[in-house]
């Protein structure tokens, strides 16, 4: 444990403290926990979405998965980025617009039953879990390598601050620890970006033709085929990020933290343009690993080749290098999980507490209490689950999560927006079906059922894609429409109602009024 490494961590630490008590400060009202009170700007929120979505999937997951896989690592970095094509043209505007605090807000605005609603909690909480655990294991996975100490006392650390972030700072805390965050990974990112390319004298091309040669993979390491050697697995993870995304509740959270749905629309291209420098960069630091590191040396330190970068960073840069960006990957898992409490938190106490059981007949003072009930109960079921998946893969725990996302929720946001026959059963039986059908699948697959130290459980896989995203994304669409047509009800008059307010903004209510 070196003196540097936890002044870095300690640095970071406070850093983000001293944003909680200011946010504390600013964290009264249920709008204020949950939205920091609509009152961030377009590139504030830009760069909190960025924040939210540059997770440790992003930076320790997709460096370890292209270190060691190449082409096929890079696949989840072209996934991510291109998902937000789906997010700007189809969802933010109408998500703003329609919602409240959750996904559930805007699907009830459509369809008020308690079913909907709880079905929707349902969806939000179980990817929130997904998405966390991979956080965590990250997480620990690091802290245990930076600072010495065992992978169970670092998920706990973890749990503990992203917790109090939460608890006392609510959405405009969050919102500000991803805004550092996102700068601070961008800076490390590019520092060892540079380093990298300066090794390969500052030549691409040399870069690529020197990568033919520094794996035991040779030229098929340019090229796919390394990791997914079933071009039906390849399409079915790629469907899971470019359609999971628009699904994801944390970030669909973070398009009412603005005012409007034209600073929704501005956030949202922000984001896309420090996502996509961010993923272009995630070559160099695969590439680099790879040939400064070896596959071998970041196997032995995490075989699911999570920690790929710290190790890159020591290698070009030494201690001083290393100690910032695992700190700075430190802050990312913060930030994130911090997010992912509140989106499960707001499901757990706004949705199924508040709206379902109470009726919505609450005070604003209950709403915060009922929301850090549900903040606790969301990290101590993470942190319970997280310590035992240390030796999965995070890119990989998360692209489940986009599996998940994009199978349940993205059908029923879309029909809901644009299809005027949409009704309640086809909005439940859309959520149900991709959501159960995605879980099974996944509980099938041979990332659960291998041989034996290369899976959860020995045995043999009764389903062959690694993500299930190919079938079951599909299945929820398709049970939104045969729902919906086996069911003789409809409200013309509510999808216009509807239709309007996505698109404007203005309600019927605001109007006769």
Not at 75 to 104: C, D, H, M, Q, W
Not at 451 to 457: C, N
């Amino acid at each position: 444990m070196s003196i540097v490494a936890v002044s870095f961590f300690v640095g970071i630490v406070g850093l983000t403290l001293v944003i909680t008590w200011w946010a504390s400060k600013k964290t009264s009202s249920a709008s204020d926990f949950y939205t920091a009170g609509g009152g961030l700007t377009g590139w504030q929120n830009g760069l909190a979405i960025a924040g939210d979505y540059l997770s440790a999937a992003s930076f320790l997951g997709i460096a370890g998965a292209v270190a060691l896989f190449g082409f096929d690592g890079f696949f989840f970095s072209i996934g991510y980025l291109v998902a937000y094509l789906v997010v700007l043209y189809i969802v933010a505007e109408p998500l703003r617009n329609l919602g409240k605090f959750t996904l559930a807000d805007m699907i009830t605005a459509r369809f008020n039953t308690s079913k909907v609603r709880g079905t929707a909690a349902l969806s939000t909480i179980t990817i929130v879990l997904f998405y966390m655990i991979a956080q965590l294991v990250g997480a620990g996975a690091l802290i245990k390598l930076l600072l010495g100490i065992d992978y169970w006392i670092a998920v706990l650390l973890v749990g503990f601050m992203m917790t109090i972030y939460v608890l006392f700072g609510g959405m405009t805390a969050t919102s500000w620890v991803q805004i550092v965050k996102a700068c601070l990974l961008m800076l490390g990112t590019v520092i060892i970006s540079f380093l990298v390319l300066k090794e390969f004298g500052f030549s691409l091309s040399q870069m690529f033709t020197q990568m033919t040669t520094e794996t035991e993979h040779g030229q098929a390491y340019l090229n796919p085929g390394l990791r997914y050697t079933n071009g039906l697995d390849t399409i079915s993870v790629m469907l899971a990020l470019v359609f999971g995304t628009a699904g994801l509740p944390h970030i669909l959270m973070r398009f009412f933290t603005v005012k409007d749905a034209k600073t929704a629309r501005s956030s949202v291209i922000w984001a896309t343009w420090i996502v996509g420098i961010f993923y272009i960069l995630t070559i160099f630091l695969g590439f680099g690993a790879a040939a400064f590191v070896g596959a071998d040396a970041i196997i032995a330190e995490n075989p699911a080749g999570n920690m790929a970068a710290p190790l890159l960073a020591e290698a070009l840069g030494g201690d001083i290098l290393m100690s910032f960006v695992s700190a700075v990957a430190f802050a990312t898992i913060l930030a994130v999980v911090a997010g992912l409490v509140l989106s499960g938190a707001s499901a757990l106490s706004h949705d199924i507490y508040g709206e379902i059981i109470k009726k919505g007949k609450m005070t604003d003072r209950e709403q915060v209490v009922a929301a850090r009930i549900g903040s606790i109960t969301i990290s101590v079921l993470s942190i319970v689950l997280a310590l035992g998946a240390q030796t999965l893969n995070v890119a990989f725990l998360v692209s489940l999560a986009f599996c998940i996302a994009g199978s349940a929720n993205l059908p029923v946001i879309i029909y809901t927006i644009y299809w005027k026959r949409f009704n309640t059963t086809g909005a439940i039986a859309a959520m149900l079906t991709g959501l159960i059908s995605a879980l099974v699948l996944v509980a099938a697959s041979p990332n659960v059922w291998g041989p034996e130290g290369k899976a959860i459980f020995v045995g043999e896989p009764l389903f062959m894609l690694s993500n299930p995203a190919l079938i079951s994304i599909p299945l929820g669409f398709i049970a939104g429409i045969v729902g919906t047509l086996l069911s003789k009800e409809s409200d013309d008059k509510k999808y216009r109602e509807v239709n309007v307010k996505a698109n404007t903004g203005i309600s019927v209510q605001d109007v006769s009024h």
